[in-house]
């Protein structure tokens, strides 16, 4: 068993946080006008949030590079890290500027043409 140090912990947690986020926001598209200032101002926060996070990846990973090979066996996988993040940042782009509008639902037709005049 793996045992990975406390920041590491909540780091990974942070990860998750953000695969959910992810998840959550691409679940739901709308149209622009539809996504009220609240959530935009919400939204705006996240990808703030990010960018943060990316400068202590940077972090992470410098520090990464420089230990000893022969004495770190496990590394944290910063690639993939970076790569969750620029998915929930387009994620997240897309929701608030899609690049189309989504299809509405058209009325249902009747169908039925004939009609009986009679004679």
């Keep these: ?5 406390q920041r590491s912990l909540s780091f990974c947690a942070t990860g998750v946080f953000c695969g959910l986020l992810m998840s959550a926001v691409m679940s739901a598209p709308a149209r622009a006008d539809d996504i009220d200032e609240i959530q935009r101002r919400d939204l705006a ?3 703030t ?9 940077d972090r992470i990973d410098a520090r990464q ?4 090979p022969e004495i770190t066996r496990i590394y944290f996988d910063t690639r993939m ?3 969750d993040l620029t998915s929930i ?8 500027a899609p690049e ?3 299809p509405r639902h058209p009325m249902p037709l009747d169908g039925d043409y004939l009609e009986d ?3």
């Design 65 to 68: 590079q420089k230990t000893n």
């Design 100 to 102: 189309r509008l989504l």
């Design 89 to 96: 940042t387009s994620g997240i782009d897309a929701y608030l």
């Design 117 to 119: 005049r009679g004679q």
């Design 1 to 5: 068993m793996m045992v990975l140090p």
């Design 81 to 83: 890290l970076r790569s």
């Design 49 to 57: 949030q990010i960018e943060q996070i990316k400068v202590v990846v």
């Design 45 to 47: 926060l996240i990808q």
